[in-house]
T-cell receptor, first 115, second 112 residues
């Protein structure tokens, strides 16, 4: 049971380059998320998808785009990378309902450096 | 608006002494609340969760947390710290609607 799989694990980009972070989950969860983690700031939500076919901005969406390709996959794209986007990125999934949410399951993270 | 505040950015304890990591939340709805742990250079692991059942929640590795609605708190405790508990801990609130909101994290150090 793989859970949440992110690729790549590490990436170095030059300023202005583009890339897509891939995320897939095999738990049939309806919600998926992209977070970035920076020292002293916890995890900040970039975008989330409450269900297949929907996406919404989180706290720090500028410079990013997302695609919920199907129920399993949720990708994050940096169109023109900037040094401020150097961070560790986490994908997560969960199942939420009207009355309560299950816990989120996280990928192992992508360490991105923009030079 | 929903938010989470972890009251201490860093907590240091001696091995064998109690641990208290504090979390306050703000939510317009009855939230689900979680504590996650992250060891250095690792992903996030669920410690425990509160989803409107018992207010005292037991988790893995001897941790527990108590939901206090009147105080809007969900503090994490452990009676006796172990060296392997050294990590960063995150309090998370999920108001209904699917969005996960993280606190800023508390780094726990355990001295021998």
């Amino acid at each position: 049971n793989a859970g949440v799989t992110q690729t790549p694990k590490f990436q170095v980009l030059k300023t202005g380059q583009s890339m897509t972070l891939q995320c897939a989950q095999d738990m049939n969860h309806n919600s998926m998320y992209w977070y970035r983690q920076d020292p002293g700031m916890g995890l900040r939500l970039i975008y989330y998808s409450a269900s297949e076919g929907t996406t919404d901005k989180g706290e720090v969406p500028n410079g990013y785009n997302v695609s919920r390709l199907n129920k399993r996959e949720f990708s994050l794209r940096l169109e023109s990378a900037a040094p401020s986007q150097t961070s560790v990125y986490f994908c997560a999934s969960s199942e939420w309902g009207v009355n309560q949410n299950t816990e989120a399951f996280f990928g192992q993270g992508t360490r991105l450096t923009v030079v | 608006a929903q938010s989470v505040t972890q009251l201490d950015s860093h907590v240091s304890v001696s091995e064998g002494t109690p641990v208290l990591l504090r979390c306050n939340y703000s939510s317009s709805y009855s939230p689900s609340l979680f504590w996650y742990v992250q060891h250095p250079n690792k992903g996030l692991q669920l410690l425990l969760k509160y989803t409107s059942a018992a207010t005292l929640v037991k988790g893995i590795n001897g941790f527990e947390a108590e939901f206090k609605k009147s105080e809007t708190s969900f503090h994490l405790t452990k009676p006796s710290a172990h060296m392997s508990d050294a990590a960063e801990y995150f309090c998370v609130v999920t108001p209904t609607g699917g969005k996960l909101i993280f606190g800023q994290g508390t780094e726990l150090s355990v001295k021998p």
